[in-house]
């Protein structure tokens, strides 16, 4: 992807939608470290690791249609990929292990990426910013009051889903104008290609461990709308 790359900063009151797994802080590195111990704790004597990472990623595929994103579907995901691969009935004992792995996510302090807080705060002096994410609204918006960055946005989304609809409502709703609004985040397939889309301006920072079900080829921008691709938060600074 040959994304623009600019260095003159934008003017004041750009409206900035900001995704927040993996691009405000950590997330997608804790469910790969369950997914790992779930796996070895599977064992299983036909699959490999790779086919049961495969079948589990179909299992969450299927969870996330019928209940949507969550640690809830995650859980169930385990729990199916477990029940659909073993020879072995789901003992009560078996269950709680599976369950015990997801805890361990919940339980996870929240880790800012570097220089997040103080990137944030910056922008809030210049631009209004809103946080736009997806999956359970109880858990990202805890997880937004354990990060302390609430104070920065001026309003929190949590969308069921990322697709080009849910932009163009989410731009209507908060008087959006498409010229000056930018969607930022870590996922082809749910920050930047809709967003561009929907008519938006995208800023893509890739993280190392991008939940592989976000995976996608990154759009090239339709004409009149811009696309830049920064290594790290810390780099919006130098833009707006």
Not at 106 to 132: C, G, N, W, Y
Request: hydrophobic letters at 40%; glycine letters at 2%.
């Amino acid at each position: 992807m040959k994304a623009q790359i600019e260095v003159t900063r934008r003017p004041v009151n750009q409206t900035l939608l900001i995704d927040a797994d993996d691009t405000l802080w950590e997330n997608n590195i804790y469910f790969e470290r369950v997914i790992a111990s779930f796996i070895s704790y599977l064992d299983h004597r036909v699959h490999t690791p790779e086919e049961v990472r495969s079948h589990l990623n179909q299992c969450e595929h299927a969870t996330i249609a019928s209940h949507g994103y969550g640690l809830n579907s995650f859980r169930q995901s385990l729990i199916a990929c477990f029940e659909q691969l073993t020879d072995h009935p789901l003992t009560e004992e078996k269950h709680t292990r599976i369950l015990s792995f997801a805890q361990s996510i919940s339980d996870q302090e929240i880790e800012l990426l570097p220089r997040v807080a103080e990137t944030l705060a910056d922008l809030a002096t210049r631009h209004r910013i809103l946080l736009v994410t997806k999956g359970n609204p109880e858990e990202q918006r805890d997880k937004l009051y354990r990060s302390s960055l609430e104070p920065y946005f001026s309003a929190v989304e949590v969308l069921p889903e990322k697709h080009t609809e849910a932009y163009l409502s989410l731009a209507t709703h908060h008087a959006c104008e498409a010229s000056c609004t930018w969607m930022i985040g870590n996922s082809p397939r749910s920050d930047i290609n809709p967003a561009l889309a929907a008519g938006l301006h995208a800023i893509f920072i890739p993280h190392d461990f991008t939940w592989v079900l976000e995976y996608e080829v990154v759009n090239q921008p339709p004409a009149g709308q811009i696309l830049l691709e920064l290594p790290t938060f810390a780099d919006l600074a130098r833009h707006f």
